[in-house]
Each structure stands twice: as structure tokens, then as C-alpha cells.
């Protein structure tokens, strides 16, 4: 299951690759740019056909693929005669902008489908109103016995009344059983069509420690939302995670975390959970979590790494989409065209700084993993 999973992550990677290119390709056709080539892969060409006027084809490195819009190299000049009011840098600054937009949008899009998805099938334990018990191990740890399991709680029970608690939402039993340690809980549960009273007294684990917890021995299980609720609860998580994902970026590539690497590289400093991971990295907890055989996390962490791709695209530098649109920005300002010949310099020092990143964080993951846990 670990290979399948992390198998699976790189062809939805390259998937996710070509749908932020088809995004430039739809728009640059509804708005007539002259569209040249769309090629999956780089490198030499293996097969290929024409429809229209648009090279169709695959090539030998699947790495992802690639639009070609006639005008938008500023060292080749491949506009087709008589298409030269379809070139790139013949069409209104407005439509340029969408063209470009369209890429790193559809990672939002797809991003919000997944999430969507995960909140109607499986559901999340935060967004569950109704408290269902989904398991009852016997053991909390070796040698101790659950207080669920041994005051008789079963899974498939709906916990109605914990305590003062009535209709508990699963948010709400944790920090209620955390301040009623070693006492006894008055549990009301409904079992098919019987309502059950029990009580059970929490038990406290790793007493004295900073991983100190208060558990009754249940596990309660997310529910899955109606279609709407599940919608609006993937576009709130889109947002949400966005903002986690900024954040993350820009530690990231920030002096603080260059400086990471340095001392991960050359001063044998330890990898932990919060440091920045390739794709090698994340392919290796992609494996971890396919090893458990747990695919609700799988797609979890692909709508996730497919959002974090988008974002980044938008870094307003060249040659992400987000320096596209930053220099169509100051053209719009300006009144004029910016020569593009004049970026390949800022292109080339973002694309150095970005490989040197690359390559150091694999090199990491490959020689010491950032650790895996909960």
C-alpha cells in the first residue's frame, strides 16, 4: 500500500500539472492568443499530432507539461505571419492576466473539490455535531484497561449526555472529560432504538509530563456533511489553508529558513516535523500514510500540496505566474511594455535560488527524512 500510495501521489502531481496548464490553455483559446504547442512532459518529443492550428503531443521526461503561446518568448520569434495581433503581447493587458491567472487558479479549484469531497464521504470530527462512537479499544496502553470498554460503551453508540453535557459535540467531550479526571461520568448513550445509561471514570496517561492527557477510552468518528455544508466547509478550508500556507512559504524561503538549511546541511543539525520537505519528503509520509491504508488522509494531503504549488506560482518573481503578473501590473501603470529581455536576469537568479533549494531539501530527505508521527 506505502508504493501504491506514493505511486499514486506522482500521478496526481503530474494530473494537477497538466490541469494548471489546460487552465491557461482555455482561456488563451476563448480569447484567440495564438496557441502554438501543449505538450505533456519535456524534453525530446516521442509523439505528437495537429488539430488545427495546435501541436498536440508527449514527451520523454513526464515532469509535467507545458502551453506554448506564440509571442511570449522574447528570444524566438514564433508568431505564425499574419497572427501577429494574436501574439501574447498583442492582446489587452486584461486578458493577458487572466490567461496567466488561469493556471494557479485551478489548483484553488481543485483544492476545494477534494476538500469538498473528503467532508461528504468521511467528514471531519470538528465540523460533526453528533457525537458517534467509532471504536472502544480494550487497552489505553499495556496493562491499562479502557474506562469506555470496561463500563460497557460499544462502537455505533450516540452519546446523548456526558455529565452536564447534553448532545455533546465531539469538541466539546475532550475539555469536559480533561476537567473530570478520576471522576465518575455520568454517560448517556442511545443504542439502536434503547437509550443506556453508564458511568465512567477518565484515567489520566503520562501523568507529570507535557504529554499528559485525560481519556475515557473512545474514539469518536466524524460524520459525513450534506452537500452544501460540505462545500461551503472545502471553501473554508481552501481559505484556511492558504493562510497557513503563506505563512509557511514564507518561512520557508525566507532568511530564517535558507539559514535552516545551512545548519541542516553543513552543522549536522536534526530534522524535525516542522521543518520545509521536497517532494521526496513528502512523498516518503504520502508512503507512511498509505502504509495504514488511511486514504481520506492520502487526498488530505494532496489537496493540501496542490493548494501550496498554487500559491507559490503566485510569488510575484519571474518565472512564476506571479511575476507574469506583476510586470503586466507595472506595465498597466507605467503605460508601456516592459522588455522582457531585461527579466531574464531576475528569471535565471530566482530559478539559481530555487534549485539551490530543491536540490538541498532533497539531498535532506534523502539523507536524513524529516521524522514521521501523529
Do not use: C
Amino acid at each position: 500500500m506505502s508504493a501504491l500510495a506514493i505511486v499514486a501521489f506522482f500521478v496526481a502531481l503530474l494530473a494537477i500539472i497538466l490541469i494548471h496548464e489546460f487552465g491557461h490553455y482555455l482561456l488563451a483559446r476563448r480569447f484567440g492568443f495564438r496557441v502554438l504547442e501543449y505538450f505533456v512532459g519535456f524534453g525530446p518529443k516521442l509523439w505528437s499530432f495537429r488539430r488545427g492550428e495546435i501541436e498536440y503531443g508527449l514527451k520523454a521526461i513526464p515532469a509535467g507539461g507545458y502551453v506554448k503561446i506564440a509571442g511570449m518568448n522574447p528570444f524566438e520569434n514564433d508568431v505564425p505571419p499574419g497572427d501577429e495581433d494574436r501574439a501574447y503581447g498583442a492582446k489587452p493587458v486584461r486578458q493577458r492576466a487572466l490567461v496567466i491567472l488561469a493556471g494557479p487558479l485551478s489548483h484553488f479549484l481543485v483544492a476545494a473539490i477534494i476538500f469538498s469531497a473528503l467532508l461528504m464521504t468521511t467528514g471531519e470530527t470538528d465540523r460533526t455535531r453528533v457525537s458517534v462512537i467509532s471504536d472502544v479499544p480494550a487497552e489505553l496502553e499495556p496493562g491499562r484497561p479502557s474506562p469506555a470498554a470496561a463500563a460497557g460503551l460499544r462502537p455505533g453508540d450516540v452519546i446523548t449526555r456526558v455529565g452536564d453535557l447534553v448532545t455533546p459535540t465531539p469538541a466539546e467531550i475532550g475539555p469536559y472529560v480533561a476537567q473530570h479526571a478520576h471522576e465518575a461520568i455520568p454517560v448517556q448513550v442511545q443504542r439502536g432504538n434503547q437509550i443506556v445509561n453508564l458511568t465512567v471514570t477518565p484515567v489520566v496517561l503520562q501523568a507529570g509530563t507535557d504529554q499528559q492527557t485525560v481519556r475515557l477510552g473512545i474514539e469518536l468518528g466524524p460524520q459525513p456533511l450534506g452537500f452544501f455544508p460540505a462545500v461551503a466547509g472545502g471553501v473554508a478550508d481552501v481559505a484556511k489553508y492558504t493562510r497557513v500556507s503563506i505563512v509557511q512559504i514564507g518561512h520557508a524561503f525566507g532568511p530564517q529558513g535558507v539559514v535552516r538549511v545551512f545548519h541542516l546541511l553543513f552543522e549536522g543539525a536534526p530534522r524535525n516535523q516542522g521543518d520545509v520537505a521536497s517532494v521526496v519528503g513528502v512523498s516518503q509520509q504520502v508512503g507512511a500514510i498509505g502504509a495504514t491504508g488511511n486514504w481520506a488522509a492520502f487526498f488530505w494531503v494532496f489537496a493540501y500540496v496542490t493548494l501550496f504549488i498554487g500559491i507559490i506560482n503566485l510569488v510575484p518573481l519571474p518565472p512564476f505566474d506571479g511575476g507574469h503578473l506583476a510586470i503586466l501590473l507595472i506595465e498597466k501603470a507605467r503605460g508601456r511594455k516592459i522588455d522582457m529581455r531585461k527579466i531574464v536576469p531576475v528569471s535565471a537568479a530566482v530559478l539559481l535560488f530555487l534549485g539551490f533549494f530543491v536540490i538541498s531539501t532533497m539531498v535532506l530527505d534523502i539523507w536524513k527524512p524529516v521524522p514521521i508521527g501523529p
